[in-house]
């Protein structure tokens, strides 16, 4: 089992450019969860998604967007990319069916705007 | 879901037990404590989670109040390892309450030799 894997693990965008971020749940995992963190911060909840749409969403701009696939991988979208989206964003999977469990998380994606 | 309050940083001897307070005063009754630690530079790992009994895991124990405000994490033989940011995270648990963890800023404990 791979668990949650990320991509990329590293990325340099320009301010104003658009990003994203790939996110492949752990095996029999069908919801998706992304998480900002700051450096030097907890992790902040973007929104959450599962049977394909966003159920729940942190307080953050429309600028932030995603989707998931049918097999349950999700991607993350950062529009018109400001210095403060600079981040850790971190993916975190879990079963739908099983919400008194563990969250996993994947190692992340280290977003660098310059 | 209810706030927790917890040191900012800890120190720990090698192969001495770790034992890291959080304070969640105004926790509802539906909700769990859930405890996670995050080493430097890797995405967040799973503890151990409770209601209101003690629990205990291959990882780590955890002790919940009587009241339920507060509860302990125990580290029973720390190592370096297990050198990190420690999170507890108050929340509901239902299919409804979708999976939002409210990280805070956590406790750093660093494990000495």
């Known amino acids: 089992d791979a668990g949650v894997t990320q991509s990329p693990t590293h990325l340099i965008k320009t301010r104003g450019q658009q990003v994203t971020l790939r996110c492949s749940p752990k095996?029999?995992?069908?919801?998706v969860s992304w998480y900002q963190q700051a450096l030097g911060q907890g992790p902040q909840f973007i929104f959450q998604y599962y049977e394909e749409e966003e159920r729940q969403r942190g307080n953050f701009p429309d600028r932030f967007s995603g989707h998931q696939f049918p097999n349950y991988s999700s991607e993350l979208n950062v529009n018109a990319l400001l210095l403060g989206d600079s981040a850790l964003y971190l993916c975190a999977s879990s079963g739908r069916r099983e919400m008194n469990t563990e969250a996993f998380f994947g190692q992340g994606t280290r977003l660098t705007v310059v | 879901d209810a706030k927790t309050t917890q040191p900012t940083s800890m120190d720990c001897a090698e192969g001495r037990a770790a034992n890291l307070p959080c304070n969640h005063s105004?926790?509802?009754?539906?909700?769990?404590v859930y405890w996670y630690r995050q080493i430097h530079s890797q995405g967040p790992q799973y503890i151990i989670h409770g209601l209101k009994n003690n629990e205990t895991n291959e990882m780590a124990s955890l002790i919940i109040t009587e009241d339920r405000k507060s509860s302990t994490l125990i580290l029973p033989h720390a190592t370096l390892r297990d050198t990190a940011v420690y999170y507890c995270?108050?929340?509901?648990?239902?299919?409804?309450?979708?999976?939002?963890?409210?990280f805070g800023k956590g406790t750093s404990l660093l494990v000495t030799p």
């Open positions: 095996s029999g995992h069908d919801t």
């Open positions: 105004t926790i509802s009754g539906n909700e769990y």
């Open positions: 995270i108050v929340r509901v648990a239902s299919s409804n309450s979708g999976y939002a963890l409210n």
